[in-house]
């Protein structure tokens, strides 16, 4: 999240510091507040059902055959196989049967897995209910554990080498923030706490822990901290009234109903505005704290320009920065829901009826105000930036540019500008140009 700078930010003059912290404080204060206000303490209980026993193992043998003929449909013709057929003998890992060899029939239908020789894949034992002490196996997935590791891996291996200390704060950071998701933001909206809230007051606390955690405690962090928490309330405040005004319910998909199922107390609204808010966050820091950077850079690369010239040249960053970013938000949304959309495209309701569908009307208050959250943080933050930047220069703007402005390069005449031009080549001019002492001499401490 942000922008990485090998070299640290200049110090902030112990005035704007004490500002910061006055301001910076009181709101970490009141973030760790509502957070143990809100902290779950009666988490309901798991729902109670029947848990499969599942078993490692490893596919030794797989053996196919023919199908046996399908039953006739109800119209005369006969049905399709099921396939495929045959057998898998599989040495279980774990368990009662640990060592034996197992046959399971070949998983079929929809979403079953593949497998061959030599695949580690997940056993589950079934009871028959007519005979409840005859038990059969029956292969329910692969084993992705060891890909996963290694893919996580590669992925902390490739943070760390590039970017060194800072990234080991970025991969604390990310630990950080899936601590607080499953140990208060889940937990709380579980058991019955306004999401909204409970995810407004989760953000801001991922918001302290990460940003300061990766960029380190300066001014230009705390810059980053304050836009990101003003444009969180703002996505806030645009989100509920987003949500009033298209009348969205919260179930616009099918885990949202399945949740209402489960846990009937969450409220499925709330929920959605909780999402949003969530979603939005990762994005903020990264414009946040490259708007601060980059005024904290411009400004020590020309320590002459003024407020309003560094917040321009700022914002000018900015605006690429989101013409960018909002197509990354759409396409986001986008790929996460791509198997519902194929499946509207083909239904055959006309497209403005599936553009106001609970479910795409709901896509679209996502992407609408997380983009405008976003859009309101590249001002809000770039003004704070530029405000603490210049704030402790001695003698206001209009100073700054009149004691670091260029000394004037000395006039020369015209006329022998032009004769030493358009003179013979290899021709010499007889006398230096008025202003220069000599004509062997260096230029550049008069330029």
């Not at 899936?178 to 801001?204: E, K, M």
């Not at 616009?252 to 409220?267: C, F, I, K, N, P």
């Not at 020309?302 to 407020?307: F, V």
């Not at 917040?311 to 013409?323: D, E, K, L, N, W």
């Amino acid at each position: 999240m942000g922008a990485d700078h090998t070299r640290p930010a200049p110090s902030a003059p112990p005035g704007v510091r004490r500002v910061l912290f006055a301001t910076v404080v009181p709101l970490f204060v009141a973030t760790l507040i509502a957070a143990l206000v809100l902290w779950p303490r009666d988490t309901p209980d798991p729902v109670a059902g029947t848990d499969t026993p599942r078993y490692h193992g490893t596919v030794t043998r797989v053996v196919t055959e023919p199908c046996p003929p399908a039953l006739e449909t109800p119209e005369g013709g006969p049905g399709e196989a099921p396939g495929p057929c045959g057998t898998v003998t599989v040495r279980v890992e774990d368990g009662p049967d640990a060592g034996q060899q197992v046959q399971t029939p070949i998983p079929a239908g929809p979403g079953a897995p593949t497998v061959a020789v030599d695949d580690e894949i997940i056993l589950v034992e079934l009871t028959d209910p007519a005979d409840p002490t005859a038990s059969a196996y029956n292969i329910a997935e692969h084993q992705r554990g060891k890909p996963l590791i290694w893919l996580v891996a590669l992925f902390a291996a490739a943070i760390v080498a590039f970017g060194r200390w800072r990234g080991l704060a970025a991969l604390a950071g990310l630990a950080a923030s899936f601590a607080i998701l499953l140990t208060f933001v889940l937990p709380g909206i579980s058991a019955g706490s306004p999401p909204l809230l409970v995810a407004v007051v989760g953000a801001a606390l991922i918001m302290f822990v990460v940003l300061y955690l990766t960029h380190g405690v300066t001014a230009q962090t705390s810059v980053a901290v304050l836009g990101t928490l003003g444009s969180l309330v703002l996505t806030g405040v645009l989100g509920t009234i987003a949500t009033a005004a298209t009348h969205l319910t919260g179930f616009g998909s099918e885990d949202a109903t399945t949740l209402s199922m489960y846990q009937a107390d969450v409220d499925l609204h709330g929920l959605l505005l909780a999402g949003i808010i969530i979603g939005s966050l990762g994005v903020l820091d990264d414009v946040t704290v490259t708007q601060a950077a980059t005024v904290t850079e411009l400004a020590h690369a020309n320590p002459g320009l003024s407020r309003t010239q560094l917040y321009r040249a700022a914002t000018r960053v900015g605006r690429a920065h989101i013409a960018s970013t909002v197509n990354t938000i759409v396409l986001a949304y986008a790929g996460a829901s791509l198997p519902v959309l194929l499946l509207l495209t083909a239904d055959s309701r006309a497209v403005t009826q599936l553009l106001t569908s609970e479910f795409l009307a709901q896509e679209i208050v996502r992407s609408a105000v997380a983009t405008l959250g976003l859009i309101a943080a590249v001002p809000l933050t770039t003004g704070l930036a530029a405000l603490v930047t210049t704030a402790g220069r001695r003698g206001g703007d209009t100073a700054d540019r009149a004691a670091t402005a260029p000394t004037p390069r000395p006039a020369t005449d015209r006329s022998e500008a032009l004769e030493a031009l358009g003179g013979p080549r290899g021709e010499t001019p007889s006398a230096a140009p008025t202003g220069w002492s000599g004509r062997d001499r260096s230029t550049d401490t008069a330029w």
